[in-house]
């Protein structure tokens, strides 16, 4: 690790990952009571931190890294070498068979579920290496999965519930799947040394996972590209979100090791006081509360999911005023360009989106201004690129009509999905101002964060389209 070693030993104390983590786990507030077990397990390990790097708490976000001083841009604030990480054991590790045989009964898609497993075989191992990071892991997680039924059906918005309800789902079934496997199985080849597994067991370190594991390279493939896996990085994963981030993790690999070096540095200068702060990733809120048990506030990349269906179009563009529009009945040459765009025939993807940074999904756009479209040659004239783009340079591809038409039909679509949530944002409010509980409040925060992206696209919208009619009636 040459050149990188010695460059962190002249501006960080090297410390073995004991005394890192001693230090931190007696400056936070979950003190397990196991720093000997800790200081033994993590003895060898090459683990560095900044000096001017504590645990404390973060206002509402929990524990997090706060500098104690001064960093200057471009410091390493935390380097954990490959050993480190909490990752799932590759081909060539035997896990044994029976903890295999658990983690390929949990779909990919719930990847945070079979690092969970892995989780709990070190949680239940005795001498585990990784016991004094799994021992000082929050016992309790905010996430939708824990919330009480009713503040489930608060959340309000069918995606969402949707992702929770199927979440529960699983770790239901695999609740008992877990317990049939293991009913027979003998001490010596029990993953979980013996303790009973239930679905809030799993249910908490699917969280964990989800909550703190970053994706990062894996092993490198014999084309030189690296495979991305989820791990779990102690000491890393107590730095807390912004889009706004001050620090970012970076991978390095020795030319002469193929050991991978984790780290932390510092992107900008970070004052005294000030939280190290990572960026998760540009998600959306649906993502930050099913993942990670939070909601941002005015989240650029926070959006609503509706369903294409001709039938809905056709209902908020006779409440904008447009006579007999034809969504649920259209042309061929109009079928033909919904192909083209997955929202007609058998292969169709029928989900679009508004909000975020594209304010109306270029799919749904196209789909609109084609089907709003006088006749077919004005349409010809234009690529699917243009239909698709929402750009103040080339406002109009199909006309102002036509675009006004479009934006109309876009807000009354707005106005039936805010009616869709059984309350109003007011009452939304109301509750954050009362003493509800936790999950209440989030579940209240989340569906307020919903509207307002929809509000915030009809605001946005509606400016637009006074621009274009006083446009079109200058033309006049
Ligand atoms: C990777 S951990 C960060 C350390 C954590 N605060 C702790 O006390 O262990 C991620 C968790 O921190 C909290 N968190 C991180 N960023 C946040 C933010 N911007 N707003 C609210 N909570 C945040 C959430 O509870 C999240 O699940």
Not at 144 to 173: G, M, S, T, W
Not at 179 to 193: A, K, W, Y
């Amino acid at each position: 690790m040459g050149a990188l070693f010695s460059d962190l030993q002249s501006t960080v104390y090297r410390l073995s990952f004991c005394v890192v983590y001693h230090y931190i786990i007696q400056n936070g507030t979950r003190i397990w009571g196991h720093c000997k077990d800790l200081e033994r397990s993590f003895s060898r390990s090459r683990g560095f931190v900044h000096p001017g790097i504590k645990i404390a708490a973060a206002d509402q976000y929990g524990l997090g890294l706060i500098a104690s001083q001064h960093i200057p841009k471009g410091s390493h604030l935390i380097a954990l070498p490959n050993h480190i990480p909490l990752r799932f054991p590759n081909h060539n590790h035997n896990s044994g068979f029976i903890f295999n045989q658990l983690a390929h009964r949990v779909p990919e898609e719930l990847w945070a579920m079979r690092l969970g497993l892995k989780l709990l075989k070190e949680r239940a191992m005795v001498g585990s290496f990784w016991w004094p990071y799994i021992s000082n892991l929050p016992e309790t997680y905010d996430v939708p999965i824990f919330f009480p039924a009713d503040d489930i059906k608060n959340l309000q918005y069918a995606p969402l519930l949707h992702q929770v309800n199927k979440r529960c789902r699983f770790l239901l079934e695999f609740e008992k799947e877990v317990s049939r496997i293991l009913e027979n199985v003998t001490p010596d080849d029990h993953p979980f040394g013996c303790q009973s597994i239930e679905a809030s067991s799993l249910g908490w370190a699917m969280s964990a996972v989800s909550s703190r594991a970053f994706r990062l390279h894996g092993e490198r493939l014999p084309d030189g590209t690296h495979v991305s896996v989820p791990m779990m990085l102690p000491l890393i994963d107590m730095c807390n979100h912004s889009f706004d981030s001050n620090a970012q993790i970076v991978q390095e690999q020795d030319i002469k090791n193929p050991n991978m070096l984790v780290k932390v540095v510092a992107e900008t200068h970070i004052r005294q006081d000030d939280q190290v702060v990572l960026n998760y990733g540009c998600l959306s809120n649906d993502f930050f509360l099913l993942d990670y048990g939070f909601v941002i506030p005015s989240n650029p990349y926070d959006c609503i999911e509706l369903k294409y269906d001709g039938a809905l179009l056709d209902a908020a563009s006779m409440t904008a005023g447009i006579t007999s529009p034809n969504f649920s009945s259209p042309l061929p040459w109009q079928q033909k360009i919904l192909s083209q765009l997955s929202l007609h025939g058998e292969a169709a993807s029928l989900k679009v989106s508004l909000g975020g940074p594209e304010l109306v999904d270029g799919r749904l756009l196209a789909a609109l201004r084609v089907l709003l479209a006088s006749n077919m040659e004005t349409v010809k004239k234009q690529d699917l690129s243009s239909l698709r783009s929402f750009s103040t340079q080339a406002p109009a591809p199909l006309g102002l009509s036509n675009e006004i038409a479009v934006l109309r039909t876009i807000i009354a679509l707005c106005v039936i999905a805010l009616g869709h949530f059984p309350t109003k944002l007011m009452e939304d409010e109301a509750v954050l101002k009362g003493g509800a509980s936790g999950s209440t409040r989030l579940a209240a925060q989340y569906r307020i964060e919903k509207k307002s992206v929809i509000i915030g696209v009809m605001q946005n919208l509606t400016r637009k389209v006074k621009i274009l009619m006083s446009k079109e009636s200058e033309s006049v």
